[in-house]
């Protein structure tokens, strides 16, 4: 026996205006995973001899998916081979696929299906190319259908198939926001509005993809107001960020006062050497007690932070990638639009964050970076300072939101969400503020 999960409402409608390649851009929880979990067994169950393939961005969403469609058609699995395939009594399969593979443009390959399912596909990066190359072909022979579902990111590749519609009869595009799932408690979404900036919401509850190339931080002039203290307050417990130079940019270090959630210093080094650069800050972190210093780990980075160890200084290194970036630069920006952080009223660090800008490469990939020529080491050095400044007293109460809880549990990596930072420090404890 096969226990067929009764669809809601929406998922329902769905099912009735499906195309033969279907876009669903649904928000968090929308019930997604339900709906192809349905729309799989239905097909391999009343279709013997069919073949589904199941396609995810990563394998390690496949292992969650795996389990539980081999869950739900316990009683009729023939044979059952661990997140790859699965083979019916009645001689239907379902494959597995993961689109992070070394050779991703294989996947498929020589294989004919039914039905394909391509789960988070905004998170599969490539999608166009891949979708094109590996993926309709497969569809041919057995003339296939296709379901493409995720929540959107930005105006990706996800997106792109999406509009696909406008230009072919076979194509469809659903879009269904988070509230359109009635087991949703519409007071919980809402209450993600404080922890996500205005576009994350709108993408990841409303599922609206909005180009999101250009400027990235709001509020840079109204924020940045302070002049520069002559030292440490009492009551006020500090922390630090430093992005090395290397050709042409200079060394920038920047300390914030986490007590009152405002920078409290800047200073930056030209062609001075990485020793006595070193030497110096040193001094300010003593000077200032920060609790500890988040160091960029690239260039230079790593002889440096060796040094300012064996001078006693706590340094947690910080090594950028685009996803680190992407993670620190998020959080910076988070806290400039809610306005909970202020900045010193220094020409070259304004100037450097709002020339600061977001890009969407071919291939669907988002960048950050200074425009063509500028520098960014400003805007590096602070969003480091601010790395685990955590925005929302709301995020130390126990109470938390599923939706959260499944960005968490899915990797989507934002600083902010975080309550720990990766050393598994708490950012709020005195007892690892104070060095
Ligand atoms: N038809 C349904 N009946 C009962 N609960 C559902 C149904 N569809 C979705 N849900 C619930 O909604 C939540 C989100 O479903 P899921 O399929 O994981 O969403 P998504 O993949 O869009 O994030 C889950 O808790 C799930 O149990
Ligand atoms: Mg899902």
């Not at 792109?160 to 519609?165: P, T």
């Not at 930056?268 to 001094?283: F, H, M, P, R, V």
Request: glycine share 6%; hydrophobic share 40%.
């Amino acid at each position: 026996m096969v226990h067929l999960r009764e669809m809601h409402i929406n998922q329902r409608r769905v099912l009735a205006h499906l195309k033969r390649f279907t876009v669903l851009m649904a928000g968090r929880r929308w019930g997604k995973n339900k709906l192809f979990i349905h729309q799989v067994v239905s097909m391999v169950c009343n279709k013997p001899g069919s073949a589904a393939a199941w396609i995810a961005p990563q394998y390690k969403f496949l292992e969650e998916d795996f389990e539980e469609l081999s869950g739900v058609l316990t009683d009729v699995i023939r044979r059952r081979q661990i997140d790859r395939k699965l083979t019916l009594n009645n001689g239907s399969v379902i494959e597995f696929w993961s689109a992070d593979q070394e050779q991703a443009e294989n996947i498929c390959r020589g294989r004919e299906y039914d039905l394909m399912i391509i789960n988070e596909a905004a998170m599969i990066g490539n999608l166009v190319r891949l979708w094109n190359v590996a993926l309709r072909p497969a569809l041919i022979s057995r003339q296939g259908r296709a379901m493409i579902g995720s929540t959107p990111k930005g105006r990706n590749g996800f997106w792109q198939l999406g509009e696909r519609h406008t230009k072919f009869d076979d194509w469809g595009l659903i879009r269904q926001t988070s509230f359109q799932n009635p087991f949703n408690d519409p007071r919980e979404l809402l209450a993600t509005r404080d922890e996500l900036t205005d576009m994350e919401y709108r993408q990841e509850i409303l599922a609206e993809a909005h180009q999101t190339d250009g400027a990235v931080f709001k509020n840079v002039e109204e924020l940045s107001t302070l002049l520069p203290l002559t030292g440490p307050q009492v009551g006020s417990a500090y922390l630090a960020g430093v992005d090395w130079g290397r050709y042409q940019d200079r060394t920038v270090l920047s300390v914030v006062d986490v007590t009152k959630r405002r920078q409290a210093f800047v200073r930056s080094w030209g062609d001075t050497d990485y020793l006595s650069q070193a030497d110096e800050i040193a001094k300010i972190c003593r000077h200032y007690r920060v609790g500890w210093l988040e160091a960029e780990q690239n260039a230079a980075g790593d002889v440096v932070i060796s040094v300012l160890r064996r001078m006693g200084i706590r340094v947690h290194p910080h090594l950028t990638t685009l996803d680190s970036k992407q993670v620190l630069i998020d959080s910076l920006q988070f806290m400039l639009e809610k306005k909970t952080l202020t900045l010193l009223n220094l020409g070259v660090q304004k100037d450097e964050l709002k020339a600061y800008e977001q890009r969407t490469t071919k291939v669907g990939h988002v960048t950050y970076g200074a425009p063509e020529g500028q520098h960014d080491d400003h805007v590096m050095a602070l969003a480091l300072s601010v790395r685990s400044l955590r925005d929302r007293p709301s995020m130390l109460a126990p109470r938390r939101y599923t939706v959260n809880a499944q960005m968490r549990a899915r990797g989507v990596r934002r600083g902010r969400m975080l309550m720990r930072d990766e050393h598994g420090v708490d950012p709020f404890s005195k007892r690892t503020l104070v060095a």
